[in-house]
């Protein structure tokens, strides 16, 4: 449900500055990318991976700038690469080729959050010292 909603806030944004607010492409592709990892990231933080971080300021921020520093650089890549020329050199229209753009790299960006963005702590034994895994 995440992803989704996720998706619909990076379409509807894109609609709304590239469509209506004419926008230039790039720029309007990289805000509704923005927008949408920002979004994600407090549902991730608060919901999904909400047993494995502190609730500090600290902690929130450090994470924050940790996500978006790995998801835009593959979104801003991946994705409005992909939006930018199936757009210009293909003829697709800008929210079919965003759509595209957006089914490319989830898989790695889940598997990023799970082992380093909010990655499990692992606990240490009293008996030995050593990680219990």
Known sequence: MIVWL??????GSLWLWHGKLKIPLPIAGAMAIELAIIHNFNWFYFRLWRGRVQRSPRDYFLRLIKYNLATASIDFIVNLGILY?????CGF???VADIIGMLAGPIFKFTMNEFVIFRKKAKITESTGHPDE
């Open 85 to 89: 020329y199936l757009n210009t050199y």
């Open 93 to 95: 229209h800008y929210l």
């Open 6 to 11: 996720g998706t619909l806030i990076n379409l």
